[in-house]
């Protein structure tokens, strides 16, 4: 969801691959927690597969190709974008999401603000719908993401984040998550302030502390009624 402004403090575009150089990566290197085990890990993969299997034959199946021609049919581009963003043990890798901007240079390094002249008409519902989020599916296929964990921030993002919060990069001891906790208790979209980032990253700090199968069902139960009824910061 959040995109950002990088080219200020590193001089180069998000799409390059080389952001994490090896002095960043030492410092961001961090150890696994305790709350971490080979049967934990397996029973959360099978829950992640069972769900994106699950979704991509009874939902995305027929639901993809329709957003994918209203994309197409709304605004010139391709149906998917995707951002260089930081896994588990701060590993890079492509997040995918439906683009929802027409095509612009600020794409990778501008975040999305409240009426966003670049959102297309399309885009916007998908936003406010958090549908644009569907593709990061074909990310919990792959290994790269759970359906449940700390949403990824982009790369340039998580190393200005680890600045202002001791200790940030330890939200990536799990893999990142299609929804977490600090998206059902309605954190969602754009970063205004730096309350609202120490927020997201305590309750983030809370889940990598606490996960288990349970505590993940809880989530992806309490995400469908939040996006009910806390999106007015979904643009």
């Not at 993401?145 to 600045?163: C, D, Q, T, W, Y």
């Not at 929804?179 to 979209?189: E, H, M, P, V, Y």
Request: glycine share 6%; with cysteine; hydrophobic share 40%.
């Amino acid at each position: 969801m959040e995109n950002v402004l990088v080219e200020r403090k590193f001089r180069q575009p998000l799409r390059k691959g080389n952001f994490v150089k090896d002095q960043h990566r030492a410092k961001i290197r961090v150890l696994y927690g305790q709350n971490d085990s080979f049967h934990k890990r397996r029973m959360k993969r099978v829950f992640d597969l069972s769900v994106a299997l699950f979704t991509t034959v009874f939902v995305l199946s027929w639901l993809f190709p329709i957003i994918g021609l209203l994309i197409k049919l709304d605004s010139k581009g391709p149906v998917f974008f995707k951002q260089l963003r930081h896994g588990r043990g701060n590993r890079v890798f492509n997040c995918y999401k439906f683009r929802t901007m027409v095509k612009n240079n600020d794409a990778d390094t501008k975040q999305a603000t409240q009426n966003d002249s670049r959102i297309t008409k399309v885009g916007k519902f998908l936003r406010k719908s958090s549908l644009d989020e569907l593709p990061q599916i074909i990310n919990v296929l792959l290994g790269d993401m759970s359906i449940v964990g700390p949403r990824p921030h982009a790369v340039p993002m998580n190393l200005e984040f680890a600045k202002e919060i001791g200790g940030f990069m330890q939200r990536h001891r799990v893999k990142p998550g299609i929804t977490g906790l600090a998206q059902c208790k309605g954190f969602r979209g754009e970063i205004l302030n730096f309350q609202e980032l120490y927020s997201r990253y305590r309750l983030d700090h809370f889940y990598v502390k606490k996960w288990c199968l349970l505590f993940d069902i809880k989530i992806v139960i309490a995400t469908a009624f939040s996006l009910l009824t806390k999106n007015e910061k979904a643009y």
